[in-house]
């Protein structure tokens, strides 16, 4: 099982992004899936989950410009991004939570992809 990211780059403040991350590999079923993002000199941190059932969580700092959707059937998930400030600089990760047979569920992180906003 493995987590692509894809869509991050440089843009100016106030443009916008999306990101996506897409799930492959031997797949029963995903939990929760989300973003986190790490910047520079910083701890990662949490921007938006969503849960399989739609249900999604944000970070204070993103509410109203951050949107999290995913798409069950790609076992996908995106994170649409608008009005990009320079503090929202920095390595974007997806996660999820793989469902098994026998266990709890395995978290698993993609490989992040770099957003950078200039001002």
């Known amino acids: 099982v493995q987590l692509q990211a894809s869509g991050g780059g440089l843009v100016q403040a106030g443009e916008s992004l999306r990101l996506s991350c897409a799930a492959s590999?031997?797949?029963?079923?995903?939990?929760?899936m989300g973003w986190y993002r790490q910047a520079p000199g910083k701890q990662r941190e949490l921007v938006a989950v969503?849960?399989?059932?739609?249900?999604?969580n944000y970070a204070d700092s993103v509410k109203g410009r951050f949107t999290i959707s995913r798409d069950n059937a790609k076992n996908t998930v995106y994170l649409q991004m608008n009005s990009l400030k320079p503090n929202d600089t920095a390595v974007y990760y997806c996660?999820?939570?793989?469902?098994?047979?026998?266990?709890?569920?395995?978290?698993?992180w993609g490989q992040g992809t770099l957003v950078t906003v200039s001002s």
């Open positions: 996660n999820a939570f793989f469902v098994r047979l026998v266990g709890v569920p395995l978290q698993y």
């Open positions: 590999g031997s797949i029963l079923s995903i939990n929760q």
């Open positions: 969503i849960t399989s059932g739609g249900s999604t």
